[in-house]
């Protein structure tokens, strides 16, 4: 298993802080929210502006509907991905919840594989993130959408505060359940209000974990960080909280 870090950086000192820290915490990789955003069209200067980056970029992750543009931005991210040898694109859907049908899923499914083909022939992967509020929120959600997703075209990556926001609790059995297309965890906690450190919310993560082991899973786990504290800090908390996690 490879270890990566994610936080939302406020400014430019942040995101630079972030940069140059994360891997004296034993992180292998960042998993940027909007860090790449003002350079999708020119990743050979976002290379200039920050060299460490180079072989750390573990995943993009981007909020876009299905709409016209933002299947436009996604293309344009998938391209950047591919350019700077980012593991994943990683996607929230940011379509509305309400009126979702099993057929709306299905549709977006179809669109998605698409996508994703284009994302494997750019040389990264479109991993689906599931989000409260969004089409994919629930473990049903995710059964619909992956049954009619083509095999192959599109992993999922698991957010455990988003899956416990959304009212689920069995998170080991959706790790079981989803074997075959989980291809990235977001790891943060939740206390029923808002996101929390690592080991500091309600989430019982031991179960997570075992059945993290017992499947096999070899690829990336990153600390999604939301909590609002303070970046050294969290590097070092969430740190050992996944390599104490890990070990077992």
Same mark, same amino acid.
């Given at each position: ?146 049954? &009619? %997703?083509?095999?192959? @075209? ?6 455990? $505060?988003?899956?416990?926001? *959304?009212? !689920?609790?069995? =998170? ?37 974990? &075992? %059945?993290?082991?017992? @499947? ?6 990153? $600390?999604?960080?939301?909590? *609002?504290? !303070?970046?050294? =800090? ?15």
């Amino acid at each position: 298993m490879k270890l990566a870090f994610s936080i939302p950086n406020r400014d430019e000192a942040a995101r630079r802080a972030c940069f140059a820290q994360f891997r004296e915490y034993g992180f292998a990789g960042l998993q940027l929210k909007g860090d790449y955003r003002p350079y999708l069209d020119e990743p050979k200067r976002f290379f200039e502006m920050y060299p460490q980056m180079r072989g750390a970029m573990s995943g993009l992750i981007l909020g876009a509907k299905l709409d016209e543009a933002g299947r436009e931005l996604l293309r344009r991210t998938i391209r950047f991905a591919g350019a700077t040898q980012s593991a994943l694109v990683i996607l929230c859907l940011s379509e509305p919840r309400d009126g979702q049908t099993a057929e709306t899923l299905r549709a977006n499914a179809r669109s998605l594989s698409e996508l994703g083909r284009e994302a494997l022939d750019a040389g990264t992967k479109l991993s689906l993130h599931n989000h409260a509020d969004q089409p994919v929120m629930t473990r049903a959600d995710a059964e619909v959408f992956f049954e &009619a %997703a083509a095999p192959g @075209t599109v992993g999922l990556t698991v957010d455990t $505060a988003h899956f416990a926001k *959304g009212g !689920e609790r069995d =998170l080991a059995g959706i790790v079981r359940a989803f074997r075959g297309v989980i291809d990235n965890f977001h790891v943060k906690d939740f206390d029923g209000e808002r996101f929390r450190m690592l080991g500091e919310g309600a989430i019982d993560f031991a179960p997570l974990f &075992a %059945a993290i082991r017992e @499947t096999g899973y070899d690829g990336w786990i990153s $600390a999604d960080e939301e909590s *609002g504290a !303070e970046l050294g =800090l969290a590097l070092k908390t969430t740190a050992r909280f996944l390599n104490e996690s890990l070990s077992g």
